[in-house]
């Protein structure tokens, strides 16, 4: 699995959920994170390996120390976010064997430089979107604004998290009655990360099989060696 990791908004348990993805994907083979960019003092790739309990992250292309959109806080140390530098970079790492798992910087319409847009870094490394939305008041027209962007460029999305729920609020049944648009799994509020992390991959584990192993060749009758 190559997907893209991104959220209705900042802040709605996209890392959590790119950990989860990760330990889930590494339990059947190879699997590695990447953040291209990250803002602030987080390290939210140091916290995915933790959370997955895998040290199979690559660290940041760029990472500018302000807690800012991407643009703002390249500007503020006088330097800029190159989409083609990021690109260069995804395809030696997508060359390697297995699963990757690219966790976006925010929502899907992030500025990073002039009018280039999140979504734009998206179309060019060709992923599909794993979209993670928090189930809260006002989701649903958030998730229907990301859906119908990502659906105007042509942004294929492989389902929907509705992360951080604790009322429903009828937002992944709405979503589901007006989208063709899969709930990929559906995390209550927890008082610890871990235990989202534990529950994503357990709903992962229910709902996605595991490929059949090839059948084992038969033993030859008679002896091995004559």
């Given amino acids: 699995m190559k997907c893209f990791i991104t959220g209705t908004d900042t802040g709605v348990g996209k890392t959590v959920c790119s950990a989860g993805l990760l330990r889930f994907c590494a339990s059947r083979g190879p699997a590695r994170y990447w953040k291209p960019i990250q803002t602030g003092d987080d390290d939210d790739t140091t916290e995915v390996e933790r959370l997955a309990k895998i040290p199979a992250a690559h660290r940041p292309y760029y990472h500018f120390r302000a807690p800012l959109s991407p643009h703002l806080a390249a500007e503020l140390e006088g330097r800029q976010v190159r989409l083609e530098e990021i690109v260069a ?3 030696r790492l997508a060359a390697e064997n297995g699963s990757l798992i690219v966790e976006g910087a925010g929502g899907l319409l992030v500025p990073l430089h002039g009018k280039t847009l999140q979504a734009d870094l998206i179309s060019r490394l060709d992923l599909p979107v794993v979209l993670v939305s928090h189930n809260r008041l006002g989701a649903m027209n958030q998730t229907l604004l990301t859906l119908e962007s990502l659906a105007a460029r042509k942004i294929p999305v492989l389902g929907i998290i509705w992360s951080r729920g604790g009322e429903s609020f009828g937002n992944p049944e709405t979503i ?3 989208t063709d648009v899969p709930i990929i799994a559906r995390l209550d509020e927890k008082p ?11 709903q992962l584990e229910r709902s996605i099989p595991r490929a059949p192993e090839p059948p084992r060749e038969k033993r030859p009758d008679g002896p091995i060696f004559s």
């Fill in 89 to 91: 970079h995804f395809h």
């Fill in 192 to 202: 610890r990360v871990e235990s989202a992390v534990e529950e994503l991959v357990a």
């Fill in 176 to 178: 589901e009655k007006l």
